[in-house]
């Protein structure tokens, strides 16, 4: 299969020390963080971030992640967050958040909801504008983006066009609700 000229695929990866810029290096591979703040970095119209698992003061309300979320929030992006009632509650977006509200969107999974032990979805995933899409191993917490050896792809193009397509088809099934 050739992949059209406007499409890209690149794997990214999140190694623990000692072996990080090495692996990186010899692999010619991207970091999880760096990929995921560059995405956030350049969105201008919507961010879809998909993780079971988020950690307080860490992954998205850290820096450098909460720092471009703050970014793309100032741009007037809509952000969609979809994890489970727990996770979600460890969340802090923006530094403003009253001024944020109607731009931060969060979801969980509806099995979650009815049954809070259960994840629903195990997902790990984040859309830029339907032009880029991350898919992976890491959740965005302290070790799943700097301890644990994870692994994923960047694709753009149709690829991403296809996560757009997967993730609101699940909203238009009611697989993931809103919770605010």
Request: proline fraction near 6%; hydrophobic fraction near 40%; include cysteine.
């Amino acid at each position: 299969m050739s992949l059209e000229p406007q499409q890209l695929i690149q794997l990214v990866i999140t190694v623990p020390a000692p072996y990080t810029a090495d692996l990186a290096y010899m692999t010619r591979t991207r970091m999880t963080v760096g990929v995921l703040t560059v995405m956030i970095a350049d969105a201008q119209r919507e961010l879809v971030i998909a993780a079971p698992y988020l950690q307080r003061d860490e992954g998205l309300s850290r820096p450098p992640l909460s720092d471009a979320l703050d970014a793309a929030l100032a741009r007037g992006v809509q952000i969609h967050i979809a994890s489970t009632a727990a996770a979600l509650q460890t969340l802090s977006v923006g530094t403003k958040p009253d001024d944020y509200s109607g731009q931060i969107h969060l979801y969980q999974p509806l099995t979650n909801r009815d049954d809070p032990t259960r994840l629903g979805s195990h997902a790990k995933f984040c859309l830029a504008d339907s032009e880029q899409a991350y898919i992976g191993s890491a959740n965005l917490t302290r070790p799943g983006l700097g301890e644990h050896l994870e692994l994923g792809v960047l694709v753009t193009g149709e690829r991403a066009q296809q996560v757009q397509r997967f993730w609101r088809y699940l909203l238009q099934i009611g697989f993931f609700v809103r919770v605010n």
